[in-house]
């Protein structure tokens, strides 16, 4: 524990005295910049005709015959050449839902955090603070994603993460990085018994068309009186066929120790695929296959225990109004061999839903 200790007050120490020899430097170069990003949403639910809450799975668009505001945020970004700050603050059902675990401080913050070039040819760079998570190819914003609503194994998976990220980009066709994190998606006061998670990242571009993805994430998670020690990956491939054409198809694959220094493990899995065609430059249509399953429910927690195994199917399309405003539509269906779904009255094997957005960003 002293040495833990000791390394880290070696490298913020470090760290701070290059930021305020930096900051002292670049303080007349600093620019601001604003942006904002907002998203109202309605989802009519074929299973449920009562107004709230959809599926506790659900951390987007979870409201039925509602006409709600997904997310809402505002962005301030104070930058000079070597040095970036960024704080950003939303609203929304989103907000609501993802952020039901976190301090009433925190639940409003997007992202709070400092990124800082270590070097001259700014090839390795530090960023500290709350930050968009390194695993998956999904965000909380809808318009950088390719579906209106989220895949399952974006849900269930980290959309934020605190911590120290230590990113090295030699050229544009490589990427790597490591963190050191306070956990699986918390906002938690920077401490010496925070930081006890890991991640790494590698990003491989080698032309236009292509471009791999590998995220890991290890750390101890707290579940009740156990701590228990998860394993998580994360692999995406993009292919842009052409100009109108691009495909993407993932695999997430985890594993957790079932108990505190027993060796077994619990695991889960989700394979995806997404394909998405370009009409113009206006109108663009998707579709996405996937399934989940996580039969001991690791991740996903489920009434008397049962196992979660889902596949899914949607379609949707997008119509950009203009270059800020995107019209979006997506039919989805969630299947599974048991009782698996809330409806009015009962648990069902399915969950059929239509949803449309607006949303706009600048």
């Not at 675990?101 to 709350?130: C, D, H, M, Q, R």
């Not at 194994?153 to 090295?168: D, N, R, V």
Request: net charge positive; aromatic share 18%.
């Amino acid at each position: 524990m002293f040495a833990k200790k000791a390394t880290f007050l070696l490298v913020f120490g470090l760290f701070s005295s290059k930021l305020n020899a930096q900051l002292a430097n670049d303080i007349h170069k600093f620019k601001l910049t604003v942006s904002g990003y907002s998203e109202a949403y309605f989802v009519t639910d074929f299973n449920q005709t009562q107004k709230g809450e959809r599926q506790t799975f659900y951390y987007n668009y979870n409201r039925n015959n509602q006409l709600r505001f997904n997310q809402s945020s505002l962005k301030f970004k104070l930058s000079s050449p070597k040095i970036e700050m960024n704080l950003a603050l939303h609203a929304g059902t989103y907000v609501q839902d993802n952020y039901a675990n976190e301090s009433k401080f925190a639940k409003n913050i997007l992202e709070a955090n400092i990124n800082v070039a270590l070097n001259n040819k700014k090839t390795i760079y530090l960023t500290a603070g709350i930050i968009p998570s390194h695993i998956g190819f999904e965000s909380s914003v809808a318009c950088d994603n390719w579906n209106l609503t989220r895949s399952l194994l974006a849900e269930q998976s980290p959309y934020y993460e605190t911590g120290l990220k230590f990113t090295y980009k030699p050229n544009e066709k490589y990427e790597f990085a490591t963190l050191f994190l306070n956990g699986w998606q918390k906002i938690n006061p920077l401490n010496f018994k925070a930081i006890r998670s890991f991640g790494a990242q590698f990003k491989y571009i080698p032309n236009a068309k292509v471009n791999y993805n590998w995220s890991l994430y290890t750390g101890s998670e707290s579940r009740g009186d156990l701590s228990d020690f998860r394993i998580f990956n994360n692999f995406y491939i993009q292919i842009n066929l052409n100009r109108r054409w691009r495909m993407l198809t993932g695999f997430d694959f985890g594993m957790q120790q079932k108990y505190q220094q027993e060796n077994k493990y619990n695991f889960w899995y989700s394979p995806i695929f997404i394909t998405q065609f370009s009409f113009n430059d206006k109108l663009k249509a998707a579709i996405r296959f996937e399934h989940y399953q996580d039969k001991k429910n690791v991740i996903v927690a489920m009434p008397s225990n049962a196992a979660f195994v889902v596949n899914g199917l949607s379609f949707n399309t997008d119509y950009f109004i203009n270059p800020n405003l995107l019209l979006r539509m997506e039919l989805r269906g969630l299947f599974s061999s048991s009782n698996t779904f809330q409806s009015d009255v009962s648990s069902i094997k399915n969950n059929r839903f239509f949803a449309t957005s607006l949303a706009y960003k600048f």
